[in-house]
């Protein structure tokens, strides 16, 4: 049985697997590195840990289950336009929210849903049309902002619209994205 804590971001909720014996360290890599004392911990997605806070303001549950992720993709990765700012825009337009930090995951959830067999998340998406709209910070200037990228330099109509519901229609990639397909629709 896995036990997850559950918790809710700004586009969605996430979870962090949740440690509170000594036996559910097995097999993590924390074995001898946490100790019965410093529990309960949970592990984060980027190889570490850190103490549990029930009283932590985002915490929403803790959640047992036999499944590897407690989370459905709608619930991880919010639907919903208004709180859109980036993430992945299916060929029909479809929106789904994630942090500047999460599109591979969110990709990875996606392909599982419609790419099964994909071996590489984001490539697949990008073959099947998706589009992602990233944080567009070139790591040099202070200035964030967004910035959409289409893997095969093509959108859908629906997409263009989407885009154009959320204000990214000025943007020059996306001018040359709608340039470029503008006489197929």
């Given at each position: 049985?896995?036990?997850?804590?559950?918790y809710?971001?700004?586009?969605?909720?996430?979870?962090?697997?949740?440690?509170?014996?000594?036996?559910?360290?097995?097999?993590?890599?924390?074995?001898?590195?946490?100790?019965?004392?410093?529990?309960?911990?949970?592990?984060?997605?980027?190889?570490?840990?850190?103490?549990?806070?029930?009283?932590?303001?985002?915490?929403?549950?803790?959640?047992?289950?036999?499944?590897?992720?407690?989370?459905?993709?709608?619930?991880?990765?919010?639907?919903?336009?208004?709180?859109?700012k980036?993430?992945?825009?299916?060929?029909?337009?479809?929106l789904?929210?994630?942090?500047?930090?999460?599109h591979?995951?969110?990709?990875?959830?996606?392909?599982?849903?419609?790419?099964?067999?994909?071996?590489?998340?984001?490539?697949?998406?990008?073959?099947?049309?998706?589009?992602?709209?990233?944080?567009?910070?070139?790591?040099?200037?202070?200035?964030?902002?967004?910035?959409?990228?289409?893997?095969?330099?093509?959108?859908?109509?629906?997409?263009?619209?989407?885009?154009?519901?959320?204000?990214?229609?000025?943007?020059?990639?996306?001018?040359?994205?709608?340039?470029?397909?503008?006489?197929?629709?």
């Amino acid at each position: 049985m896995n036990k997850f804590a559950i918790y809710r971001s700004g586009v969605g909720m996430y979870y962090y697997k949740y440690i509170d014996t000594l036996e559910a360290l097995a097999g993590s890599g924390f074995e001898e590195i946490i100790t019965e004392e410093q529990l309960p911990v949970v592990l984060d997605d980027a190889g570490g840990y850190f103490k549990f806070n029930a009283e932590d303001h985002q915490f929403v549950e803790l959640v047992e289950t036999e499944d590897d992720v407690p989370l459905t993709l709608e619930q991880m990765f919010s639907m919903d336009p208004e709180k859109f700012k980036l993430g992945w825009v299916s060929p029909e337009g479809d929106l789904y929210s994630c942090s500047y930090t999460n599109h591979n995951k969110c990709a990875e959830m996606l392909a599982a849903k419609f790419v099964p067999d994909a071996k590489y998340p984001e490539l697949a998406l990008g073959r099947k049309g998706w589009i992602k709209v990233i944080d567009s910070w070139d790591g040099k200037s202070r200035k964030h902002g967004q910035y959409v990228y289409s893997d095969n330099g093509r959108l859908t109509r629906r997409q263009a619209d989407r885009l154009f519901d959320l204000g990214l229609y000025k943007n020059a990639e996306v001018k040359k994205l709608i340039a470029a397909c503008e006489g197929e629709w």
